[in-house]
C-alpha cells in the first residue's frame, strides 16, 4: 500500500486548498473500514491529527480547525480530501495521510498573512 498525499501549496489568509490522499493498492474493504487519516507537522513541534472519517462517515477533526476543514472519501476511488477553508497562517505544515503504520509523504501547505 502506498498512500500519495497531493494539493499543497502556498495560499494567503484566508483562503483554501483541498488536499488528496490516495492510496494505491489498497483493497476495497479495508479502505471502507477505515480510511486513512489525515495529520500534520509543523516546523518545530510534534506530528498532530487533524481529522479522520470512520467506515459510516463520522468525522472528528483538531479543535483547531473545527469549522474550517472538512474530509471526505471517496471509497471507489481510495481517496480521502481534506478541504480546507478560511486558512491561517498557523495552518502552514507539512501534511501526511496515515493509514496504520503506512505514512504518504507529504504535502507542503504555506499561509502567509
Known amino acids: 500500500v502506498q498512500l500519495q498525499a497531493s494539493g499543497g501549496g502556498l495560499v494567503q489568509a484566508g483562503g483554501s486548498l483541498r488536499l488528496s490522499c490516495k492510496a494505491s493498492?489498497?483493497?476495497?474493504?479495508?479502505?471502507?473500514?477505515?480510511?486513512p487519516a489525515w495529520y500534520r507537522q509543523a516546523p518545530g513541534k510534534q506530528r498532530e491529527l487533524v481529522a479522520s472519517?470512520?467506515?459510516?462517515?463520522?468525522?472528528k477533526y483538531a479543535d483547531s480547525v473545527k469549522g474550517r476543514f472538512t474530509i471526505a472519501k471517496d471509497n471507489t476511488r481510495r481517496t480521502v480530501y481534506l478541504q480546507m477553508d478560511n486558512l491561517k497562517p498557523e495552518d502552514t505544515a507539512d501534511y501526511y495521510c496515515?493509514?496504520?503504520?503506512?505514512w504518504g509523504r507529504g504535502t507542503l501547505v504555506t499561509v502567509s498573512s
Open positions: 496515515n493509514h496504520k503504520t503506512t
Open positions: 472519517i470512520s467506515a459510516g462517515g463520522s468525522t
Open positions: 493498492g489498497m483493497i476495497l474493504s479495508v479502505f471502507s473500514a477505515e480510511a
